[in-house]
């Protein structure tokens, strides 16, 4: 039995439950809700280290892109391209995943929805748990994991979701466990109204017409669920999403706290924190580890010699004092020498961690900000010189088809690699056959 924590940030407040998982069962131990403000007081004092975090990201951009019928690794890069052609920022995190296929022109192509949020929030949301100390082992956008819910109790048939948190809404349909759309509103009011029930119908008619999907049931998420006061009835029906038999709490518990509750079930795929960085952040707090261990290994070692050289010193008095009494001289300088070897022992170690070394963490901070389009990095070894320097071999493989495209791309790295400043490039070479590359980089520290 596995326990873990799930946070959900839903307006201005915090959703936290804490529960055991083995296989599909969910246990609730204990649930908190705490204002967002107060967050990271209650991440200090929290001895949970791991969270998997869900998060309803302000903006954020969503449809389905045609694409050419492709294998997987290459899906991502294309779906990259059509998102760029629609947004502005440069540096955003998506999840994509195919729905369908069809043909168009003679031409079978798929169907892929996207959902992209820009990478300044992610990085917010990420930030606040590694700060104090935390690992974020899945970032999942809110409806995301509301879906997982209804993924797991509908299965082949299209149907539409709604939860939302305060006046906010977001409605999502969803067919085999794939999400096709979503659409984000305000309501006037806290609980469902008969302008909630205007919108599902509006939203059920989109739907119809673009996507020619028809829901077989409209779901109440969470608080909707509560006892309803409306007038008008959804042309779909209208069902209160119920808390399944496998997650085991109070009602009110799961209507409360279902969006964390849900997050258990997201698949990793619905993840939007990419797997660089997560082991950007990884990194840092292991560097961040390694310098308090240097710094408490360095005050160790730096009291044992200093305690090491203030008996040295007093056996040099004990010398003089012998020599000026005559007494035992023989016998004081055996001792002192078996107390010099004692320290000498030391020495080594002293000098290890008093030797220059390059800057490790620089070098790791500005690897994981290198472009590098068109190229996949297989393998990255880094290796102490003894001339204050790091010996950087990248191996990976180029993603382009021709070799001039390829060098083109391994140029292009080269140049990005020796812009960080301080790096060298010893040498080269590509294996056309399979399309792999070797280059071998020498970084010096800055002076």
């Not at 949970?48 to 294998?71: G, L």
């Not at 070897?341 to 900000?369: A, C, H, W």
Request: hydrophobic fraction near 40%; charge should be neutral; charged fraction near 25%.
């Amino acid at each position: 039995m596995r326990k873990t924590a799930a946070v959900s940030f839903e307006g201005d407040s915090v959703r936290i439950v804490h529960a055991s998982v083995r296989g599909k069962g969910i246990t609730v131990k204990k649930t908190e809700t705490v204002p967002e403000n107060e967050f990271d007081n209650y991440l200090r004092r929290e001895k949970a280290s791991e969270f998997i975090v869900t998060c309803q990201f302000r903006e954020s951009h969503h449809d389905i892109v045609t694409t050419p019928v492709v294998k997987e690794q290459f899906l991502r890069k294309i779906v990259e391209s059509e998102i760029r052609k629609v947004i502005t920022q440069k540096d955003f995190s998506f999840i994509c995943a195919p729905v369908g296929e069809k043909v168009v022109e003679n031409r079978k192509v798929m169907e892929v929805f996207y959902y992209a949020v820009p990478e300044d929030p992610v990085r917010n949301v990420v930030e606040r748990f590694y700060d104090n100390g935390k690992t974020v082992s899945a970032l999942y956008p809110s409806v995301f994991s509301a879906a997982a819910l209804i993924g797991h109790g509908v299965y082949g048939e299209a149907a539409m979701g709604i939860f939302g948190a305060g006046k906010s809404r977001s409605a999502f349909f969803i067919k085999k466990g794939k999400i096709y759309f979503i659409r984000n509103y305000e309501s006037f009011e806290s609980e469902l109204s008969d302008f909630d029930i205007q919108n599902i119908n509006m939203t059920t008619s989109y739907c119809f017409q673009n996507l020619r999907l028809n829901p077989s049931s409209v779901f109440l998420i969470g608080a909707l669920s509560d006892p309803l006061h409306i007038n008008t009835m959804t042309t779909a029906p209208l069902a209160c999403l119920s808390r399944p038999e496998y997650i085991h709490c109070d009602r009110e518990i799961f209507n409360e706290f279902i969006v964390p509750v849900a997050s258990f079930l997201a698949p990793k795929t619905s993840s939007i924190l990419s797997g660089g960085f997560r082991m950007l952040y990884q990194v840092k707090n292991y560097m961040a580890y390694a310098t308090k261990a240097f710094i408490i290994l360095a005050l160790l070692c730096a009291g044992a010699v200093s305690y090491e050289f203030r008996n040295m010193t007093e056996k040099k008095k004990q010398i003089q004092t012998a020599k000026k009494s005559g007494v035992d001289i023989v016998n004081v300088l055996a001792e002192y020498d078996a107390r010099k070897e004692k320290v000498n022992k030391y020495m080594p170690v002293v000098e290890f961690l008093n030797r220059p070394s390059p800057d490790l963490q620089r070098l790791l901070i500005s690897l994981g900000t290198t472009d590098i389009k068109g190229i996949t990095l297989n393998k990255v070894n880094v290796l102490s010189e003894n001339d204050n320097s790091l010996s950087v071999i990248f191996e990976g493989t180029a993603l382009s088809d021709t070799y001039a495209a390829m060098q083109d791309s391994l140029d292009h790295m080269a140049e990005e690699l020796v812009k960080l400043g301080n790096m060298e490039i010893t040498r080269r070479s590509v294996e056309l056959k399979d399309r792999t590359f070797t280059i071998e980089m020498k970084y010096k520290a800055a002076p």
